[in-house]
């Protein structure tokens, strides 16, 4: 298992009411994130913790590109990785994004 | 800290009739099944309460430890349900995952009045933890027992990708009624583990037909070790689940005799029988072979017709 | 222990109880004057279909009899491993003498469970695991899954399964992880009468709470699984 921690400034605060979502499953070749509205508007953070191990450069621009298209400002993204393909990981960050700026609790 | 999870509705009305129960993870069958927004989890996934037991095998971690507990409404009643996540380690039984499956049943018994419900979806015991996992299951099995004792409900939906296997069988044993899909499977123990123990002229784990006419959902509705045959939609289970709420009691001596004089029939009746063909054969099924290919709903008739079931002897 | 070994050192006074290929069953009286019945299975056999319907025949016959308490001595295999058990419903008939010795438990008579020889999995489950008080006798040899099968499914050599098993009680098989876990709850003397300490055991029964889970964390075996169920109990008991 290897871990990963990547901090980014947001453009602005993710939009919706939501506190936390949660989308995906831990299996090999997907991933679960948990996604929760806890920090300041303009931050963004992502812990991940991946079964695949060697790849810290390919989540760092995964996850870079991910904050540059979103902006999911206030939002703490942590990430349990059975071994998901890049695109599967977008996917799944795309996914926790819309669940949380769904409007509800 | 421990202030439940609530889920927002998601989902467009009617996607239940049209969601397969069998690909949809366990939150979605969860939501689909209950009541629109009407789910509250206890120890949800923002709680990191994830196995203590993973790291020593460098595996990952799933943040609610592979099953979804809370409460919600059925048709506007409370129940209490509890769905495995079958795609997680196999949906198997830990010492985090089986915990909290106990403390839903306990409360349960205390509360009396609340049914729960247990979505299966499991191989049993989780090997990482296997000592922990099996006394889970065996506190589950006394803790639901105490539970149906007082007069609580416990109904099992079994229709998931991992089946109902392992411990998990002997758990779906233990509930008041039992629903289940063509893709479910009920058994101890499962086909390669049987193939590697007995050699493959005992039980091919390959041939697929074999394994669904020997432990599939058809199979366990005809024999009676399960009750209500659906279709693989979450719908399906949902009618399936309030059919079985409305017609199941308290736990008693009577139905444990009853279950002892239903099983010695079985055994008298088809204990020779040499494959799952020969037992509906047996039950007065014309065509038995073709059983396997009939549609749900011809099914259903055929199941209700031949009529076993294990009402009052459960 | 060989099963006669084990009857003629719990029941010094006499006993009638017969091993039918593997399918123990009779009574015994205690020096507390009851009469118990005394089930089980020997010889390392598999609990099959077969098997289970006998035993917990015996469970519910035993209601109507007044005997009690129930004994259940193990030494099995795991379940029967068969197409024809698992064609036939397995599952039900092993949870069938788990809820008899529950039920039995609970209404009629303590269970106690005696592993004085092998078991695994749904064998365990059916028989020591379903009583209220599991003891086990030195050289009993409980286990999930044998550590070669366990190697196989997850993948990893035997010695590192081994070296693994060192730092946690939590997988591997063995008595005095299961004593650690909560699962039994007290390993016996071999070099003291087993009458004299299944006696005081009798005298001492702790009431039909299961606190398996409880004992486990107090014997650091199991530190999340009471909390846990506890904290889940609590939420739901407070929902609304």
């Known amino acids: 298992m290897e871990d990963f921690s990547f901090q980014h400034r947001a453009r602005q605060r993710a939009g919706g009411t939501r506190q936390t979502a949660i989308i995906g499953v831990v299996a090999s070749g997907n991933l679960e994130v948990l996604v929760e509205r806890v920090l300041p508007d303009v931050e963004c953070q992502l812990e991940i913790k991946t079964a695949a191990v060697g790849f810290g450069e390919v989540w760092n621009a995964v996850t870079a590109d991910f904050v540059a298209r979103y902006s999911p400002g206030g939002l703490k993204f942590s990430i349990n990785d059975g071994g998901a393909r890049p695109d599967t990981v977008s996917l799944r960050l795309a996914q926790a994004v819309r669940l949380i700026e769904e409007d509800g609790q | 800290m421990t202030a439940p999870f609530k889920h927002a509705a998601q989902f467009p009305e009617g996607r239940a009739s049209t969601t397969s129960f069998n690909e949809a993870s366990a939150r979605t069958r969860v939501a689909l099944l209950l009541d629109a927004g009407s789910f509250v989890e206890f120890i949800g996934p923002e709680q990191r309460e994830v196995s203590p037991h993973l790291k020593v095998f460098d595996l990952p971690e799933q943040f609610n430890d592979g099953i979804v507990v809370g409460r919600g409404r059925l048709d506007g009643a409370p129940v209490f349900v509890a769905a495995q996540e079958g795609r997680f380690m196999g949906g198997a039984f830990g010492e985090v995952h089986g915990a909290k499956l106990i403390g839903l049943l306990r409360a349960a018994r205390e509360m009396v009045s609340i049914p729960v419900l247990i979505l299966f979806d499991t191989g049993g015991v989780r090997l990482q933890e296997a000592n922990a996992g099996e006394l889970a299951i065996a506190e589950i099995m006394r803790a639901m027992m105490e539970a149906r004792m007082a007069g609580v409900k416990v109904v099992g939906l079994i229709g998931g990708r991992s089946g109902c296997y392992g411990g998990g069988g002997l758990i779906a044993g233990c509930c008041s009624a039992l629903a289940v899909s063509e893709p479910g499977r009920i058994a101890v123990s499962g086909p390669e583990v049987i193939e590697t123990n007995r050699g493959v002229e005992e039980f091919d784990s390959r041939d ?57 029939d079985r055994l008298r009746s088809f204990g020779t029988c040499e494959d799952a063909v020969d037992i509906w054969t047996a039950e007065g099924v014309a065509h038995a072979e073709s059983i396997p290919d009939l549609p749900a709903d011809q099914f259903i008739s055929l199941a209700n017709k031949i009529g076993r079931t294990s009402r009052d002897a459960r | 222990m060989t099963l006669d070994d084990i009857l003629t050192c719990l029941f010094p006074d006499g006993h009638d109880v017969k091993n039918d290929n593997g399918v123990v069953a009779g009574s015994a009286t205690l020096r507390s004057g009851a009469e118990a019945l005394v089930i089980g299975v020997a010889d390392k056999t598999a609990l099959g279909v077969d098997e289970a319907i006998r035993l917990s025949g015996h469970v519910l016959d035993s209601f109507a009899q007044g005997r009690g308490p129930i004994l259940v001595l193990v030494d099995s295999d795991s379940q029967r491993m068969s197409k024809r058990d698992e064609l036939l419903g397995l599952n039900e008939f092993l949870a069938h003498l788990a809820k008899s010795l529950i039920y039995a438990d609970m209404h009629h008579q303590p269970t106690i469970g005696i592993l004085y020889g092998h078991s695994a999995a749904g064998a365990l489950l059916a028989t020591g695991l379903a009583t209220r008080v599991l003891v086990g006798v030195p050289g009993a040899t409980p286990a999930v899954m044998d550590l070669p099968s366990m190697a196989k499914v997850t993948k990893l050599s035997m010695e590192a399964l081994q ?49 398996r889970d409880a004992l486990g964390r107090e014997r650091g075996g199991r530190l999340k699984a009471a909390e846990i169920a506890e904290r889940v109990r609590d939420l739901a008991l407070h929902s609304h």
């Open chain 3, 163 to 211: 070296e693994k098993a060192k730092s946690t009680p939590v997988f591997a098989p063995g008595l005095s992880n299961l004593v650690q876990m909560g699962a039994v709850h007290v390993t016996w003397n071999d070099a003291v009468s087993l009458a004299e300490q299944l006696d005081a055991l009798l005298a001492n029964m702790p009431d039909a709470h299961d606190r």
């Open chain 2, 208 to 264: 697929r037909a074999l394994v669904w006419r020997t432990m599939g959902g058809k199979n366990r509705r005809l024999l009676g070790a399960a009750d209500v045959f659906t279709d693989d939609t979450i719908q399906g289970f949902r009618d399936a689940a309030l059919e079985l709420l409305g017609l199941v009691g308290a736990f008693d001596l009577d139905k444990l005799k009853a279950e002892q004089v239903r099983l010695a």
